[in-house]
Structure formats: structure tokens, C-alpha cells
């Protein structure tokens, strides 16, 4: 391997760090899909066809890793989930994945800080394997292509890979703060309807 090729730190950096992100959310993974894509745009050192396989392999592994920790270990997670929520949130949550399952894990993967949530929920009641795996499949593509859309049109309005990077990285935390804020305010507005 050439550790002077920028391609080789950028594939595996790429990969690594939205599968990282994906399990553990200390690194941005949108801003690192969005970076790569602007880079892809603006320099031959990474190609976008595989920035956008890499993201989409790296969320999807990173997200079925998440979906399996409750999976295999969901019977004393369970005991425990039970012993702090109510037995009919817990049926409410049930009936949610039985009925729109795919739904709820396609909107946890776009929604910032949804992902995680929905995935040990998911896991812990028992969604199925084979549901799981093709929704999980077409969440991860979405959110990659909506993401490197963002480092698309960076780099399609500056020829320099710093500024595309930077300008990325300012419009993926822009997206996530607003669609952040649209979600806080939906809960409230939905919290003062039940009362």
C-alpha cells in the first residue's frame, strides 16, 4: 500500500470512522460522508461512487452491530427495560415495530440522534432479522446519498478541497442542528397534545 496515495488514509478513514460513529456516536458521520464527498468532487483522490459504497457499508455494519447487542443479549436487557418502564409502553412499543418496524428504523437513521434509540428498541423487543436487515439496508443508503448531496454541492460551488471540505462540514452540522431542533419542538408540540 502507497501511504502517499491520499486515497489510502481516505477509504479506510471514511469506512472506519462512520463505523465507529455508527456504533459509538462520538464522530460525526454525516460530516466525515459529507467531507469525503466534497473531496471526491474536488480532487481525483477519492472517487464518489466509492465514498458513497463505504458510507453505506460503514453505517450498515455499524448499525447492525448496535441492532445485535440487545438481540443476543435481550433476554436480561429485557428483564431490565421492564423493571424501569411500564408494561404498556412496552406494548405500545411492540405494536409500533409490528406495524411500520421499517418506517421507524428508516426515520431513526435520518433523524440525528434517532438512530441509536430505534436500534436497541428494535432490538430489544424483538424485531425481526429479516426485517431489520433490508430496512437497515435502504436507511443507510438514503442517509449516505442525503450526505454526500451536502459534500456534492460544496464541491460543485469550490474548485479547493479545504474549502468544500469546510463548507460540507458547516452545512451537515447546519442540516442536523435545524432537523434537531424541527424534531425537539414536534415532541413538545406533540407532549402538550396528550395532556
Same mark, same amino acid.
Given at each position: 500500500m502507497n501511504w502517499t496515495d491520499p486515497s489510502a488514509i481516505g477509504y479506510p478513514a471514511l469506512f472506519g470512522g462512520v463505523l465507529l460513529g455508527s456504533v459509538i456516536p462520538i464522530v460525526?458521520? %454525516? +460530516? @466525515?460522508? !459529507?467531507?469525503?464527498? $466534497?473531496?471526491?468532487? =474536488? =480532487?481525483?483522490?477519492?472517487?464518489?461512487?466509492? @465514498?458513497?459504497?463505504? +458510507?453505506?457499508? %460503514? $453505517?450498515?455494519? %455499524?448499525? /447492525?452491530? =448496535?441492532?445485535?447487542?440487545? *438481540?443476543?443479549?435481550?433476554?436480561?436487557?429485557?428483564?431490565? /427495560?421492564? *423493571?424501569?418502564?411500564?408494561?404498556?409502553?412496552?406494548a405500545k412499543g411492540r405494536e409500533q415495530f409490528a406495524r411500520r418496524g421499517w418506517q421507524l428504523v428508516v426515520i431513526g437513521r435520518l @433523524?440525528? +440522534?434517532?438512530?441509536?434509540? /430505534?436500534?436497541?428498541?428494535? !432490538? =430489544?423487543?424483538?424485531?425481526?432479522? *429479516?426485517?431489520?436487515?433490508?430496512?437497515?439496508?435502504?436507511?443507510?443508503?438514503?442517509?449516505? /446519498?442525503?450526505?454526500?448531496l451536502l459534500g456534492i454541492l460544496s464541491g460543485g460551488i469550490f474548485d479547493s478541497p479545504l474549502i468544500a471540505t469546510l463548507l460540507a462540514t458547516v452545512l451537515v452540522l447546519l442540516v442536523t442542528a435545524v432537523t434537531t431542533l424541527i424534531s425537539k419542538k414536534r415532541a413538545a408540540h406533540q407532549t402538550e397534545g396528550h395532556r
Open positions: 460525526p458521520t %454525516g +460530516a @466525515v460522508v !459529507g467531507a469525503a464527498a $466534497a473531496v471526491a468532487m =474536488t =480532487t481525483d483522490h477519492l472517487s464518489l461512487p466509492l @465514498v458513497l459504497l463505504l +458510507a453505506v457499508a %460503514g $453505517a450498515y455494519l %455499524g448499525d /447492525v452491530i =448496535t441492532f445485535a447487542v440487545p *438481540r443476543f443479549g435481550s433476554e436480561p436487557l429485557l428483564r431490565f /427495560v421492564e *423493571r424501569r418502564q411500564q408494561a404498556e409502553r412496552l @433523524v440525528p +440522534a434517532g438512530r441509536i434509540p /430505534v436500534l436497541l428498541a428494535a !432490538g =430489544t423487543l424483538g424485531y425481526p432479522w *429479516r426485517k431489520f436487515l433490508p430496512s437497515g439496508l435502504l436507511a443507510c443508503v438514503l442517509w449516505a /446519498v442525503a450526505y454526500s
